[in-house]
């Protein structure tokens, strides 16, 4: 058996996530160009750009994620590098805006075929005791790459044009691949058979109607998100309860009766949101309110992103050493002072040294602190044949918050007309996620990763004995 080495592991897994974050948000730089490629297109229409990308990937996750631990995770992060490269193509030279819309969703396949894969395959690579730091890493590098996206595409599409953002991921993809094959030790779950194929169903239509829901309401049109909002939440309640009775439930019950699994799942889903919401809003404000162009604004919130890739490494420390919830607690107050700051202190008027690279420098320290301890609570107390489905489980939550926060941003933003007041406002309900995320880190507590590998529960053990 190849012997791992672990920083080259930490290193391949590392890009495999920076590549599927960054499409995230790299695109929504471009969209103005991509418009005017495509003119006979609605704008409702063209942003399934975007919410293609965003509602396959969140849907998916999961399912993808026990099928790298049934099919091995070397195997299906392979596949998921091969058809994201050949689906970036597709985009890059998509003649029409349906075939881009559709080469969008297959790379959202590929992603989430990546996503869960790679920190299956980093986790055992590392001692229990280092891996909070490792998890931390690789947790700050999709928080990285997506918030240095939009400076990315806003240099990508000034020089090159917008399919250049698409072009980009191809020699990352090949190098992954390449690396991948000489680095990565394939691993799966001897004992595993593909889960239920109803729950499958269940979750991944019921993830995507709520996403789809969330969506619609992002134009302030909450009246059209209701329906896909009711049904997504039906099919959520149907996922749990199939769950609870089939022999090979998509993600066993038992899980979540573990305070740091469920505490970090709803830690990803709350603090997400207002992670997400903070970038586009910084975004928009920096070229609506200062009247920044959108090249000086990605560099301008560019120290952000570098602050969290200091604080992820730290995190990851503190949480071997102390436990994953002390991580989550300091990153959210940090966060949490961040966007007070930006709320109580920020003007009108231009004031970026003095006023607003303060608060990204505390932004970016609490984002990275707060995943590196989210990442290591979501499978501290799991055993190794469910890294997969665990990590699927909180980058599910992570997306959805996402999506929910990007929407309840624009759709204030709509409502106020993107006012000066409706900044603010945005800032401090993202303190106030920062705060819920401090109760998230309570509830996890010491969680650390375990001296000992666990052995993975068997489907019939997971009930509570009669």
């Known amino acids: 058996m190849r012997t791992q080495r672990p920083a080259l592991v930490l290193a391949v897994t590392s890009l495999a996530a920076f590549l599927v974050f960054l499409d995230v948000t790299i695109v929504n730089i471009a969209f103005p160009d991509v418009r005017a490629t495509y003119p006979d297109t609605s704008l409702a229409d063209l942003s399934w750009v975007f919410t293609a990308y965003n509602v396959v990937f969140a849907a998916l996750l999961i399912p993808a994620g026990r099928l790298a631990d049934a099919r091995g995770r070397r195997r299906i992060f392979g596949v998921g590098l091969v058809l994201f490269g050949l689906a970036s193509l597709a985009c890059a030279l998509a003649p029409t805006a349906g075939a881009l819309v559709a080469a969008r969703a297959v790379q959202a396949v590929a992603a989430a075929l990546l996503a869960p894969a790679s920190l299956a395959l980093l986790l055992p690579a590392f001692p229990p005791e280092r891996r909070g730091a490792a998890v931390g890493l690789w947790g700050a590098t999709g928080a990285i790459a997506a918030a240095t996206g939009p400076a990315l595409g806003g240099v990508l599409v000034d020089a090159f044009g917008w ?9 990352v993809v090949v190098l992954t691949l390449v690396a991948s094959r000489f680095v990565l030790t394939e691993s799966r779950d001897p004992d595993a058979r593909l889960p ?3 729950s499958v169903v269940l979750l991944g239509t019921g993830v995507a109607a709520i996403s789809l829901g969330i969506v619609r309401g992002e134009d302030g049109g909450w009246g059209d998100a209701v329906w896909p ?8 309640v149907l996922f749990g309860v199939r769950s609870a009775r089939v022999a090979r439930p998509l993600v066993e019950p038992a899980l979540f009766r573990l305070r740091s699994f469920a505490g970090s799942i709803a830690g990803y889903l709350v603090f997400s949101g207002g992670f997400y919401a903070l970038l586009l809003s910084n975004i928009l404000f920096l070229t609506g309110v200062w009247g920044y162009d959108v090249l000086t604004a990605g560099l301008a919130v560019t120290p952000g992103p570098l602050m969290a890739a200091l604080a992820s490494s730290v995190g990851g420390r503190v949480a071997d050493r102390f436990g994953a919830g002390a991580s989550v607690v300091t990153g ?3 966060f949490t002072a961040g966007c007070v700051l930006f709320a109580g202190a920020v003007g009108p008027d231009p004031a970026w040294l003095t006023v607003f690279l303060p608060g990204q420098l505390l932004t970016g320290l609490g984002v990275g602190a707060v995943y590196a301890g989210l990442g290591t609570a979501a499978v501290s107390e799991l055993p190794p044949v469910r890294f997969a489905t665990g990590s699927a489980v909180g980058t599910c939550a992570r997306q959805i918050g996402a999506v929910l926060g990007i929407a309840l941003l624009l759709s204030g933003l709509a409502a106020a007309g993107s006012s000066f007041e409706a900044f603010r406002t945005g800032w401090i309900a993202m303190a106030a996620g920062g705060i819920v995320t401090v109760l998230c880190g309570v509830v996890v507590g010491a969680a650390r990763a375990r001296s000992a590998p666990v052995p993975a529960p068997a489907p019939v053990s997971l009930e509570e004995p009669a």
């Open 163 to 171: 399919r250049a953002v698409f072009f980009v991921n191809l020699p």
């Open 196 to 198: 239920d194929p109803v």
């Open 229 to 236: 909002l009711v049904a997504g939440a039906v099919l959520l």
């Open 332 to 334: 959210g107050l940090l």
